[in-house]
């Protein structure tokens, strides 16, 4: 497994941008698939974006930030982000990290390794 920590979240208006970021250790990680995911309140987990292991060729979003969030990595660092643009209240949670050890994996019972959150809060 690899261990995950996130950064980059706070409190932010609506329209505004925040960058994510989650550092992983080892010297695996390009190897694993990386995703983003969120927990609302009340709500459960649920699936945000994920990238490809190795060179990131390959992204997937989820409908509700598919052209407002970017997922990218960066292996040299061990690190994978999300830009988050254009925020609104409906985007308030907290945000994920994770590794898939899957070639390929967008569902959140394949990811092995977890982060241990960052809040994200959008007031309107």
């Known amino acids: 497994q690899v261990q995950l920590v996130e950064s980059g979240g706070g409190l932010v208006q609506a329209g505004g941008s925040l960058r994510l970021s989650c550092a992983a250790s080892?010297?695996?990680?390009?190897?694993?698939?990386m995703g983003w995911f969120r927990q609302a309140p009340g709500k459960e987990r649920e699936f945000v974006a994920a990238?490809?292991?190795?060179?990131?060729?390959?992204?997937y979003y989820a409908d509700s930030v598919k052209g407002r969030f970017t997922i990218s990595r960066d292996n040299a660092k061990n690190t994978v982000y999300l830009q988050m643009n254009s925020l609104n209240p409906e985007d308030t949670a907290v945000y994920y990290c994770?590794?898939?050890?899957?070639?390929?994996?967008?569902?959140?019972?394949?990811?092995?390794?977890w982060g241990q959150g960052t809040q994200v809060t959008v007031s309107s």
């Open positions: 080892g010297r695996t990680f390009s190897t694993y698939t």
């Open positions: 990238i490809s292991r190795s060179g990131g060729g390959t992204t």
């Open positions: 994770a590794a898939s050890s899957r070639p390929w994996s967008i569902s959140i019972s394949l990811f092995d390794s």
